[in-house]
Every structure is written in C-alpha cells, then in structure tokens.
C-alpha cells in the first residue's frame, strides 16, 4: 500500500525567505508524484508532477520539486516567499498503473511579512 | 478551456435528509473521480468512472453513497440517510489517460453541512 507523509503541518516564513514543504512517500516502486495547493473554501490546484522524467520538476508560480529515489523525498521548495502562497499544500501519490490519488494530510504555509 | 465545475457550493441539511451533488468535467476528459476532505485532512478516495464505468470503489463508500456518469459525462453523487459524519467537502476531478499519464484536475468542490 502507498503512503505520503508531510512532516509538519504548519510551516510558518517571512515573506522572501525560501519555502521547503517536505514530503515523503512509501512505494514498493517509484510512484507517480504531485503537489497541490489549496486556498480557504477552494477545491485543489496543481502546482507540479513528477511522472518518471527529470527529476527535478518546475511547477506554477515558482514552485519546484525534486524527487529523491534514495530518499524516498519530494520536496517542495521555492526560493522566495510571497503573501499570495498562504495556503495549504498537498502531496500526493498515485501507482504508475493505478488511478487514484492518495494525498498526504496537507502543510498549512504562514507567510509573514 | 472551462474547469471542472460542482453544484451545489455549499449545502446544509438535516440528518436522515438525502442529497445529491452535481459535477461536470472538463470536457473530453474520459475519467471522473470523487473524494470527500473533512476538515483538516487531505482529500480520501471514494470512487472513479472511466466514461459511464463505475471501475472503483472505496471501502468508505457505504450503502448510502452512490454515483452515477449515466452518459459519460457529468456525475452526480447521491448520498441517503445523511449522519452528521457525513459532513465534509466532497471534490469532484476528471481526467484525460494517455498511456499511464492522468493528471487529475480538482472542481471547488461542495461543501456539506449536516445538521
């Protein structure tokens, strides 16, 4: 069975300082992996996804990811911090021949200016 | 391109009530997925069609839920008998498979209260 574990659940940063929302999975092999973000009262957006290609993978709004084999990681950085990323975020892992998602229990992000 | 989109909102009802969701995908997309998130949880996995196929179901998905793509392309979400436990925000995706690829795209999602 596949599981995603985001470890803190409240990060809290100053506005232009590096984001790093930590992610790790369990999988018998390299799973399918994406991140999503979600505003107060609004369903999910994906920011990133990693699909067996480059490991490291660019998303929206200046968000990347980089999926570490040995470490069974996918973090979730961004160098530079800005009010409009409150929200909260979400890892989650689907089989390469599987459909559905299983999400981790999520990250809220502070950012205090 | 227009998003997925979900009726109601938001809902509110009393217990023993039944409901019943709307959700439209993005057009095209062939797979359409449902997940319930309550409060301060990650979105859990109830079930998936791929067109009008009902091709998975999770074990939270009781006797009371079922659903329906009867044409392949909007789904509804029917739940009888609703319990305050019910109460949640149920999110609707759809998707397009190419090969193993599925990214799956979220609606906003209708938030349910059950009083």
């Known amino acids: 069975a596949q599981s995603v574990t985001q470890l803190g659940s409240h990060v809290s940063v100053s506005e232009g300082a590096l984001v790093l929302l930590r992610c790790n999975y369990s999988?018998?092999?390299?799973?399918?992996l994406f991140w999503y973000v979600q505003y107060p009262n609004q369903g999910l957006q994906l920011l990133l996804k990693?699909?067996?290609?480059?490991?490291l993978v660019k998303g929206i709004n200046g968000f990347e990811a980089e999926f570490k084999k040995s470490e069974t990681s996918f973090h979730l950085t961004k160098p530079s911090a800005h009010m409009s990323d409150a929200a909260e975020y979400f890892c989650?892992?689907?089989?390469?021949?599987?459909?559905?998602?299983?999400f981790g229990e999520g990250t809220q992000l502070t950012v205090n200016p | 391109d227009t998003g997925v989109s979900q009726d109601p909102r938001h809902k509110i009802t009393k217990r023993g009530q039944n409901v019943t969701f709307r959700c439209d995908p993005i057009?095209?997309?062939?797979?359409l997925y449902w997940y319930r998130q309550t409060l301060g949880q990650g979105p859990e996995f109830l079930t998936y069609?791929?067109?009008?196929?009902?091709?998975?179901k999770s074990r939270l998905l009781s006797d009371r839920f079922s659903a329906e793509r009867p044409k392949g392309s909007f789904s509804t979400l029917e739940i009888q008998r609703t319990e305050q436990g019910d109460s949640a925000m149920y999110l609707c995706?759809?998707?397009?498979?190419?090969?193993?690829?599925?990214?799956?795209?979220f609606g906003p999602g209708t938030r349910l209260t059950v009083l």
């Open positions: 069609f791929q067109n009008e196929a009902q091709l998975e």
């Open positions: 990693y699909t067996s290609a480059a490991t």
């Open positions: 989650a892992v689907r089989r390469t021949s599987g459909s559905r998602l299983t």
């Open positions: 995706a759809s998707s397009l498979v190419k090969g193993t690829t599925d990214t799956q795209y």
């Open positions: 999988s018998s092999v390299p799973p399918y």
């Open positions: 057009s095209e997309h062939n797979r």
